[in-house]
């Protein structure tokens, strides 16, 4: 059974930093990310990463967090990590862990498994 698990959200002041994990269990993806929702928005990408099919990975960023927040995975452990820094109030939402077999990007629909979210609160 595949099972996405997110951590470390919580709530931090304006400029603060937060980092949120994902473990896998069940089998191994290709790709992994998160995407995120706030209270009366449309769900959207924040950032994933991939593989080529060999040894090179890719990393994609949302314009909004370029520069603030970094991906990383560890494979060994089967986990996503999202670095978040410089938080702003507008970064408030729930983050979700989302994850594919195939080489996904930025698409909501090309990730096949979900996780239960983690809520971020930035305060002003």
């Known amino acids: 059974q595949v099972q996405l698990v997110e951590s470390g959200g919580g709530l931090v002041q304006a400029g603060g930093s937060l980092r949120l994990s994902c473990a896998a269990s069940g089998r191994t993806f290709n790709a992994m990310g998160w995407f995120r929702q706030a209270p009366g928005k449309e769900r959207e990408f924040v950032a994933s990463?991939?593989?080529?099919?060999?040894?090179?990975?890719?990393?994609y960023h949302a314009d909004s967090v370029k520069g603030r927040f970094t991906i990383s995975r560890d494979n060994a452990k089967n986990t996503v990590y999202l670095q978040m820094n410089s938080l702003k109030p507008e970064d408030t939402a729930v983050y979700y862990c989302v994850a594919s077999m195939n080489p996904a990007t930025k698409t909501a629909d090309e990730y096949d498994y979900w996780g239960q979210g983690t809520q971020v609160t930035v305060s002003s």
């Open positions: 990463t991939r593989w080529n099919g060999g040894r090179t990975s890719y990393t």
